[in-house]
């Protein structure tokens, strides 16, 4: 399962994240993981949480991102929830096209290893498509 959240800069989509996230360390048995670019989060969410700082790891473009998810649920199969904060920020690809592919990609990988996804992007809701449209 994949949700995004999205909106303009300044309407609270980070601080919505931040209440699913503490909720999720609550209520789901598995480890939650929050990929933020920067550590600006780190007293806001639930210390049960595993924050994780992208840019630590030089990610750039959709496809190192992918590698980065896939390689953090093989060294933890217990990854029940990955909640990732401003997307474009962290893969540097802002492209709606590009967006919609890694979406699908995340659904797909969200059946195969039981893993849920909340994502923000930072974009207008207009410019999103149907098949974006299909994860809010």
């Known amino acids: 399962m ?13 601080k919505h994240m ?4 503490n909720t999720a360390v609550e209520e789901e048995s598995g480890l939650v993981v929050l990929i933020e670019k ?3 989060l780190t007293y806001d969410i639930h210390h049960g949480a595993r ?7 030089d990610l750039s473009g959709n496809d190192m991102l992918k590698g980065f998810i896939s390689g953090l ?6 990854i029940s929830h990955i909640f990732i904060d401003s997307l474009y920020k962290i893969s ?10 890694l ?4 659904d797909e990988f969200s059946r195969v290893h ?14 999103a498509t149907e098949k974006i449209k299909g994860f809010f």
């Open 2 to 14: 994949v949700t995004v959240i999205m909106g303009l800069k300044g309407a609270g989509k980070t």
């Open 18 to 21: 931040i209440a699913l996230v």
């Open 38 to 40: 920067g550590k600006k």
């Open 51 to 57: 924050l994780v700082d992208s840019s630590s790891y």
């Open 73 to 78: 649920q093989a060294g933890n199969y217990d």
């Open 92 to 101: 540097g690809q802002a492209g709606i096209p590009e967006t919609e592919a």
């Open 103 to 106: 979406l699908m990609w995340m």
């Open 114 to 127: 039981d893993v849920k996804f909340t994502v923000t992007i930072s974009a207008d809701v207009a410019t």
